[in-house]
């Protein structure tokens, strides 16, 4: 009896320390917003919108200045972060959208973040907007590393935030949704099943993407919404008249769309809000980083107007375009403890260097080839953090687009599918960051070297042709 209490008593102890050491393993919990600008949130310069939660994540860690989405819209930005490749080597490189529902997959020979959490011994879970594979394909979230997902699996979907389903893994979750009833918020519902995965996996550590919608259009919200009906008191918003009734094809036409937007963004703050209270409450805050970001720049679909609320704030250009309001985005490194409050850092980075911080934070080798650098050293002020010699993005619609990022030069190619040789434009960013004045004829030999990079950079893709 007394040797199998000692067996029993070794047991536990034995398990303890496990629970022990793999609660030292920080969770991380990403968040992307969807469709939001450069100037969007108190804490980057935001006027007229309220950001009280997102302004004091920012406050409490570090916020930087110079980081880049992607690219300027959505599923290959995406793509770009989960791959740790920028768009001109990432297996999606645009919105290819396959009928009825989805886009093109993922491979499953690629390899990317949430598979990396799982070997390394984390629960994994996405919650809002996939876009990277149709349900059952192998792109589908759960073949692609997530024990859990729940929200939109096509993003074109995601258009109406009061959906006829959503899907919990790969079961098709069937809503109280009409064109004239809508009474399921879609935002509310995905948020509900975030906040339960973290109460669920409070001993575990966990990696949680929160790829929330908001506030990309249509610009909807629940009947009687408090936080809409505070903008259009606070904007003294007159009615915008809509001619006829909303048929569910495209957006759906709204009233009061500043108050909308506004109040989207406000809403994705409470969100935000609730994950942090939610962690302090569970004893997690100290053992979780959390990183905020846009997938790309503003959007002036649904009614939307970027410029009433100087979404790109002062920069050129918003959403499908690689002038600097199209992808330079707001990005918050929030973890107590570790990461000192109150930094700001002109680090350039991008989101292809989310794959190798991860690795490093977890102690994983990374299974292939990634163009980001580990951004953990200037982070946690530890070691000496590597600069990238150059940025590349490209962008397959509206005639392409190739952008370089190479020190304080920015160069821009336009309708670059049909000539891959025409001209760039280059911009001086340290002194001209809103891209004003081209100054390529000027530095014909920056130019050189940006058009090597173009050209160095840009793999062809049998499915995202660019240049063939």
């Known amino acids: 009896m007394l040797l199998k209490l000692l067996a029993l008593f070794t047991l536990l102890l034995s398990s303890l320390a496990f629970s022990a050491a793999a609660q030292q393993k920080p969770n991380v919990i990403f968040i992307l917003a969807d469709d939001m600008g450069y100037g969007d949130l108190g804490c980057y310069g935001q006027k007229l919108i309220e950001t009280p939660n997102i302004d004091r994540l920012a ?122 009833e809508q009474r399921d918020y879609a935002p509310e519902l995905i948020q509900q099943q975030a906040m339960t995965f973290i109460e669920q996996n409070k001993s575990n550590p966990f990696f949680l993407y929160l790829a929330y919608t908001l506030p990309h259009a249509a610009l909807q919200l629940p009947a009687a919404d408090p ?54 409450k569970l004893g997690l805050d100290k053992n979780t980083m959390i990183i905020f970001t846009s997938d790309n720049g503003p959007h002036k679909e649904g009614g939307n107007e970027p410029a ?64 980001g650098l580990s951004i953990l050293p200037i982070l946690l002020h530890k070691g000496q953090q590597q600069q990238h010699e150059f940025l590349y993005w490209e962008f397959h619609e509206d005639g392409g687009r190739q952008a370089v990022r190479m020190g304080k030069w920015k160069g821009i190619r336009e309708k670059a599918i049909k000539n891959p040789y025409s001209a760039i434009a280059l911009y001086d960013l340290a002194n001209d960051p809103g891209e004003t004045k081209n100054l390529a004829s000027a530095f014909p030999e920056v130019v050189s070297k940006i058009r090597k990079i173009m050209q160095n950079e840009h793999t062809e893709h049998k499915d995202f042709p660019f240049f063939n």
Request: hydrophobic share 35%; with cysteine.
């Open 227 to 280: 936080v809409f009906e505070h903008y259009k008191k606070k904007f003294k918003e007159q009615p915008k008249t809509i001619i006829k009734d909303w048929n569910g094809i495209g957006y759906q036409p709204q009233a009061y769309s500043h108050a909308a937007y506004a109040a989207m963004v406000t809403k994705l703050d409470n969100y935000v809000g609730e994950v942090v209270a939610r962690l302090k």
């Open 308 to 371: 009433f609320f100087n979404s790109s704030a002062g920069f050129r250009g918003i959403k499908r375009q690689l002038s600097e309001g199209g992808i330079r985005e707001p990005m918050i490194v929030s973890w107590p403890g570790k990461i000192k409050a109150r930094q700001v850092s002109n680090h350039v980075g991008a989101f292809w260097d989310f794959m190798p911080t991860f690795a490093e934070l977890t102690g994983q080798i990374l299974q292939g080839h990634t163009d």
């Open 59 to 180: 406050a409490g860690g570090m916020r930087f200045t110079q980081f880049y989405a992607g690219t300027s819209v959505c599923a290959p930005s995406r793509a770009s972060l989960m791959t740790g490749l920028h768009t001109g080597h990432t297996p999606i490189r645009g919105n290819y959208e396959i009928k009825p529902e989805g886009q093109l997959p993922l491979p499953d020979s690629a390899c990317i973040i949430p598979e990396m959490f799982k070997a390394a011994g984390y629960k994994t879970g996405a919650f809002g907007k996939w876009g990277m594979g149709y349900p059952g394909s192998e792109g589908d979230p759960i073949k692609q590393g997530f024990d859990q997902f729940y929200g939109y699996n096509c993003q074109r979907q995601s258009h109406n935030f009061f959906p006829d389903h959503l899907w919990n893994n790969q079961q098709r979750i069937v809503l109280n949704n009409t064109l004239t």
